[in-house]
């Protein structure tokens, strides 16, 4: 019945609700209206080792996780026009785009931390 109502039938839920004994009751018409109830969202980070993880020492890379099961290596991070407002200036058609260089920072970082000091290739296939 509710898919029928949801498509535009026209459905009598009276019946159906009756045993109940329903009644009307006045809803807000906005919960919060003119109060705020988000939370501020507070700085953006924080401490890698606080949460069990390897500081990176990088600005872009916030921690690196060695793997249990194999040699390797995960780095983790957060980029955002919050805490790397320079990325706005990389905005190709409207659109912020991390530059090129940026991931070839990256690749460098993470290879330089796994012990490989050069980087051969890096190819992009798309932004």
């Known amino acids: ?15 159906l609700y009756a045993p109940y004994g329903p009644r009307l009751v006045d809803l807000p018409t906005y919960a919060f209206q ?5 939370l501020d969202a507070g700085p953006v980070g924080g401490d890698a080792t606080a949460i069990g993880l390897h500081a990176a020492g990088h600005p872009l890379l916030g921690a690196a996780v060695e ?3 194999s040699d390797g290596i995960a780095f983790t991070g957060r980029l955002s026009l919050q805490t790397q407002p320079w990325l706005a200036d990389h905005a190709v058609m409207g659109t912020v ?3 090129g260089t940026a991931f070839v920072e990256l ?4 290879g330089h931390h796994a012990g490989c000091d050069r980087l051969d290739e890096l190819t992009l296939e798309a932004p």
């Open 107 to 110: 690749a460098l970082r993470a």
């Open 97 to 99: 785009l991390l530059p």
């Open 34 to 38: 003119r109060r705020s109830f988000w």
């Open 67 to 69: 793997l249990p099961d």
């Open 1 to 15: 019945m509710g898919t029928a109502h949801a498509r535009g039938a026209a459905v009598d839920f009276g019946p």
